[in-house]
């Protein structure tokens, strides 16, 4: 990482500058729904399109990105070509730890999560954001202790926001 640290805000300035079609997925979102948990990364649900995988690659390029846990010496070609070869990336950036999935588990992808997305304002940027209902398939689909965790937590939260709307 860089001596910025984790600035999930700058991150994403630069998708949004290089119009990457994305949904943000994970623990930012869960925070942009309320959630107090930490997250230390920012993760992506990404459109497959060439013309998208372009823009991502160029997005990522700028900010320095490398597979995070990768030795140096292990080769890898930040491109569209790459990208569109794999499903999901992790890596670690001049803004922090990215990770870019193509198809989350427990959903279709991008299309699949962008049909219920709500658009928010981040710092003046307008970014799409997972449901907090799929945000909650995806952690239980996940099913790691810390998803768990975070689903107890979005559960809480989806049943304050019902109250509110009676």
């Known amino acids: 990482m860089s001596d910025r640290g984790f600035d999930p805000v700058a991150a994403l300035q630069i998708l ?3 119009s990457v079609d994305f949904v943000v997925i994970g623990g930012i979102a869960g925070r942009l729904w309320g959630s107090a948990m930490i997250t230390r990364d920012l993760d992506i649900c990404y459109a497959r399109a060439p013309a998208n995988l372009e823009r991502l690659a160029a997005a990522l390029q700028q900010v320095h990105a490398r597979l995070r846990g990768a030795k140096e010496e292990v080769p890898f070609r930040l491109d569209a ?3 569109g070869a794999r499903d999901s990336f992790t890596f670690t ?4 730890d990215l990770d870019c999935l ?5 959903t279709g992808g991008y299309d699949d999560l962008k049909a219920d997305a709500e658009q928010m304002d981040v710092d ?3 970014v799409w954001v997972t449901s907090l209902a799929d945000l909650m398939d995806m952690k239980r689909a996940a099913g790691r202790n810390k998803d768990l965790q975070a689903l107890e ?3 809480a939260l989806r049943d304050e926001r019902e109250r509110r709307r009676r």
């Open 16 to 18: 949004v500058a290089h």
């Open 81 to 83: 070509r790459t990208l």
């Open 93 to 96: 950036s001049d803004v922090g």
């Open 102 to 106: 193509g198809t989350p588990t427990g």
């Open 124 to 126: 003046g940027l307008k």
């Open 153 to 155: 937590n979005l559960g």
